[in-house]
């Protein structure tokens, strides 16, 4: 059985949790966003180089994308050499050259470097990743952020990364067995971040057995986890920490 590992849940400021990112492993290994403090949360989980075949990043926004130089060069000087696919928005390939060449210059190289791979993702289409397929859609975030739907061997997890739930992701998640949502605020939804009354609902609408939340603001955790507390619900709610996991 597929299973989610919670590597970080925080959002891009709190002090205390990394940054929201989550390891997936089923009949692939895929790293779902990797933000400036994931590369130490990630190795606290695993030391091995080539455990990974791809990493999705969500949207572009630091706190889900820049921990990648780190990680990618640890994978290299830990002596990976299987190829990785790095599978994001349209323009991904030009973005991923530009951050690794401002962070660590010519360490990618290919005469220096296993293959590296970035993969465009086109918003609505299916994805193949051996026997994984990924179908993504736009949240209402501030920029274009990719939500996503895994399916593998009949399971399905769903992952928003940031942004308010919409219409396309709203169908996306229909049926998920496990969904992953960001949940900024406890109270009055935040512009391009989802409330946690809108993913209750969303969580509801969509028929999802268990519900995770994370991205909470820091200032809302204790106010996010009484409401969460109350009341009964036809699936399970859960609040991962780091190193938390969840079948799917």
Known sequence: MAEITFVGTGEAFDPELPNTSLLYRGSRTVLFDCGY??????????RNPSLLDAVYVTHLHADHS??????????RDAGRRRPLQVLGGPGVEAWLKKLLDLAYPLSYAKDRCYSIEARA??????LSLGRLRLTNAKSAHSVRNLSVRVEDA???????????PSAATRALYRGSHVLVHECYSGGRAVK???????????AEHSAVSTLCLLHIARAQKTQVKKRVLR??????????????????
């Open 37 to 46: 403090s994931v590369p130490q949360a990630f190795w606290r989980l695993s």
């Open 66 to 75: 820049f921990g990648l130089p780190a990680l990618l060069l640890w994978m």
């Open 121 to 126: 993702v086109t918003p609505g289409r299916v």
């Open 154 to 164: 009949g399971r399905i997890f769903c992952y928003s990364g940031d942004g308010a």
């Open 192 to 202: 391009g971040h989802a409330s946690l009354a809108e993913v209750l609902e969303l």
């Open 231 to 248: 009341g009964r619900r036809r699936f399970r709610v859960l609040i991962p920490a780091p190193g938390d996991a969840v079948a799917v």
